[in-house]
């Protein structure tokens, strides 16, 4: 399987307290992406790190990536109750844009 | 902002019986997917497409799974013979370029076989 361990499986936290979640993968790749999925709703793209990128920030989100150990985290800073939902991992390692998820961590920010 | 929508969002169906889950992805989009996701389990691909062609394809979908773009706005999945494990939601997803580019989702189809 392309796709390895997301930790924690769920997280717990306080409105304004950050949150970060670890993706692990185990194939090269071209792409990890991060998405959030609400209960009973579909997949929202947060953020796209290429293969090439070490870090990048979208508002209060910012993701690292890392080939050499093969992961990636998500954090979350100042945290806010809509903030609860599941968030995922996904790679994307060739050219028909097939994404590969992982089991996703779900993370609840309590007001 | 432009959204890809599916319908129906609850679909009820009898074991051995054929069914069509419809999609309507973001219209200057070129790759076409589906995923599916047991309930409590990770979002597993199904099939990827472009260009009127089957891109790439999953060990999950075999003979019994079909797509299909009937026309310039739709795209749907067919299961010939549904069986029990196949209840799940179904997500369609669309995207501009199958290449570093993020997809985007609709909010899914639960498929539930009895």
């Known amino acids: 399987s392309q796709q390895g361990e997301e930790d924690p499986q769920a997280l717990s936290i306080q409105e304004g307290e950050n949150a970060t979640m670890n993706c692990s993968y185990k194939t090269s790749i071209n792409n990890l992406q991060w998405y959030r999925q609400n209960s009973g709703r579909g997949l929202v793209h947060l953020i796209l790190i290429r293969s090439n990128e070490r870090e990048k920030h979208s508002g209060r989100l910012r993701v690292t990536l890392d080939t050499s150990k093969k992961s990636s985290s998500l954090l979350i800073t100042a945290s806010r109750a809509a903030d609860t939902a599941s968030y995922f991992c996904?790679?994307?390692?060739?050219?028909?844009?097939?994404?590969?998820f992982g089991q996703g961590t779900t993370l609840q920010v309590k007001p | 902002e432009p959204e890809v929508t599916q319908t129906p969002s609850h679909q009820v169906t009898q074991m051995g019986q054929e069914v069509i889950l419809r999609c309507v992805p973001i219209?200057?989009?070129?790759?076409f997917y589906w995923y599916r996701q047991i309930l409590g389990q990770k979002v597993e691909f199904l099939v990827s497409f472009y260009n009127n062609e089957i891109s790439e394809k999953s060990e999950i979908f075999d003979d019994q799974f079909s797509v299909e773009r009937p026309d310039g706005s739709n795209f749907t999945l067919k299961i010939r013979s549904t069986k029990l494990e196949d209840s799940a939601m179904y997500f369609c997803?669309?995207?501009?370029?199958?290449?570093?580019?993020?997809?985007?989702f609709g909010d899914g189809t639960r498929l539930s076989i009895l």
């Open positions: 219209s200057n989009h070129l790759y």
């Open positions: 996904a790679t994307d390692g060739g050219n028909t844009g097939k994404l590969i």
């Open positions: 997803a669309s995207s501009w370029t199958g290449f570093d580019q993020p997809q985007h």
